[in-house]
T-cell receptor, first 109, second 113 residues
Framework: AQRVTQPEKLLSVFKGAPVELKCNYSYSGSPELFWYVQYSRQRLQLLLRHISRESIKGFTADLNKGETSFHLKKPFAQEEDSAMYYCALTQYNFNKFYFGSGTKLNVKP | NAGVMQNPRHLVRRRGQEARLRCSPM?????VYWYRQLPEEGLKFMVYLQKENIIDESGMPKERFSAEFPKEGPSILRIQQVVRGDSAAYFC???????????FGQGTRLTVV
């Protein structure tokens, strides 16, 4: 069965500290993986996807097929990064997205 | 492009009433997904529709829930005879053809009293 696990419900870091939001998945085929972000009072929006290999707002995520992980990282957190972050997985035909339960990132000044 | 529009944003229903949630996809998008988010939980897939077709409804409860995406007009998620356990945030997302990255609406928060 497909599953996305985000083990941390809440992650608090100080401004300027590195941050890593964990995501592990189980999937029998070749998944496509995404990170979505939801800022306060805003809609869920795409942050990045693994196939594009981009860095968005300083965030990167590497797909590790051996460890079945897709952790989101940023070397220096900013206060404006405070938000809910969701890891998501879909299959090749985008029939459905499977979401993790989300991690709330709180960046303290 | 106004983005995915959901209405109402908040909906209060008494037990036994019907709830209708609307979703207008982004212009040019012909694929719609509905998700439910219970408190303290992640988004759970409910149904995937294309215009006039239900492609995957494996996440829909077998009773009381239905969804449609007519040729004209918004997609509708309908919940009949609502119960307290239906209280949740319901999110709609749309994507262009061929299906790809999903763009989300702001959600409808349903409260059953």
């Amino acid at each position: 069965a497909q599953r996305v696990t985000q083990p941390e419900k809440l992650l608090s870091v100080f401004k300027g500290a590195p941050v890593e939001l964990k995501c592990n998945y189980s999937y029998s085929g070749s998944p496509e993986l995404f990170w979505y972000v939801q800022y306060s009072r805003q809609r869920l929006q795409l942050l990045l996807r693994h196939i594009s290999r981009e860095s968005i707002k300083g965030f990167t995520a590497d797909l590790n097929k051996g460890e079945t992980s897709f952790h989101l990282k940023k070397p220096f957190a900013q206060e404006e990064d405070s938000a809910m972050y969701y890891c998501a997985l879909t299959q090749y035909n985008f029939n459905k997205f499977y979401f993790g339960s989300g991690t709330k990132l709180n960046v303290k000044p | 492009n106004a983005g995915v529009m959901q209405n109402p944003r908040h909906l209060v229903r008494r037990r036994g009433q019907e709830a209708r949630l609307r979703c207008s996809p982004m212009k040019g998008h012909s694929h719609v997904y509905w998700y439910r988010q219970l408190p303290e939980e992640g988004l759970k897939f409910m149904v995937y529709l294309q215009k006039e077709n239900i492609i995957d409804e494996s996440g829909m409860p077998k009773e009381r829930f239905s969804a449609e995406f007519p040729k004209e007009g918004p997609s509708i998620l309908r919940i009949q005879q609502v119960v307290r356990g239906d209280s949740a945030a319901y999110f709609c997302a749309s994507s262009p053809p061929p299906p790809g990255v999903a763009f989300f609406g702001q959600g409808t928060r349903l409260t059953v009293v």
